[in-house]
């Protein structure tokens, strides 16, 4: 079963400028989104992804995703992702990450912690890893919120401090004209996404006047899959 990487998520509003009798607005408003998850153009499974305030300027993350067919289902599987963070202008600065990745003969964990205090990024995966902070640094599984922002500001190309395995790795993404994309939830014109450093080959698509979530997502390579919304709301 999967992990769902980094991929573009499309929405936003605009962050107003902090004032000291005012508390500003998230970039993003929190939502619920359900995925299709599907392997070859067939449903392996289901995925839910939630986006939530979680007090004070603290916002958490969530991706939830199990098997509902074929080995992934005869096998239990199933893949939890949180992250906590703060926003930083336009990203979603990292607090923690944990990923979770269930089966009935195997588990696998890794997690992230942002020490802004002392400037350390602790990373267990395989391990334990500690590098220095960056400004805005975050971790994969934000990244598309960040894209998210951005698009519905405007932007077109992205370099972003993500947090890896053992050290900060500036990813960088390209948003690619508009197309027409048909997905459970509906008919979109959507903006595709892609990474364009040699990372994760992927491609995501987002229509960032329209909704609070990704449209559709492509995951290529070895661990290829592909996520299509089938329905959102928003909180």
């Known amino acids: 079963m999967p992990s769902i990487r980094p991929f573009g998520l499309a929405?936003?509003?605009t962050l107003p400028a902090v004032c000291?009798?005012?508390?500003?607005a998230a970039p993003l408003p929190a939502f619920t989104a359900h995925y299709l998850l599907l392997r070859d153009g067939s449903q392996i499974g289901i995925a839910t992804m939630t986006l939530a305030k979680a007090g004070d300027d603290t916002w958490t993350f969530t991706t939830q995703s199990r098997g509902t067919s074929g080995i992934a289902s005869l096998l239990g599987a199933s893949i939890s992702e949180r992250s906590t963070f703060t926003w930083a202008g336009d990203?979603?600065?990292?607090?923690?990450?944990?990923?979770?990745m269930k089966t009935a003969i195997k588990q696998t964990h890794r997690s992230a912690r942002f020490d802004w205090a002392h400037h350390v990024i602790t990373v267990d995966d395989r391990g334990t890893f500690r590098f220095p902070t960056q400004p805005?640094?975050?971790?994969?599984h934000t990244v598309p919120l960040a894209l998210a922002v951005g698009l519905a500001k405007g932007k077109i190309r992205f370099t972003l401090p993500v947090a890896v395995r053992n050290r900060i790795e500036l990813q960088h993404y390209v948003a690619r004209g508009e197309q027409n994309v048909s997905v459970p939830a509906g008919t979109f014109?959507?903006?595709?996404?892609?990474?364009?450093?040699?990372?994760?080959?992927?491609?995501?698509?987002?229509?960032?006047?329209?909704?609070?979530?990704?449209?559709?997502?492509?995951?290529r390579g070895k661990d290829e899959f592909s996520l299509e919304l089938e329905s959102w709301s928003t909180h």
């Open 189 to 219: 014109t959507a903006i595709p996404v892609v990474r364009t450093d040699g990372g994760d080959a992927f491609v995501a698509l987002f229509a960032p006047a329209k909704l609070p979530v990704p449209i559709k997502v492509e995951q």
């Open 11 to 13: 929405l936003a509003l």
């Open 20 to 24: 000291a009798t005012a508390i500003a």
């Open 136 to 140: 805005g640094a975050l971790e994969r």
């Open 91 to 100: 990203l979603p600065q990292g607090e923690s990450y944990d990923y979770s």
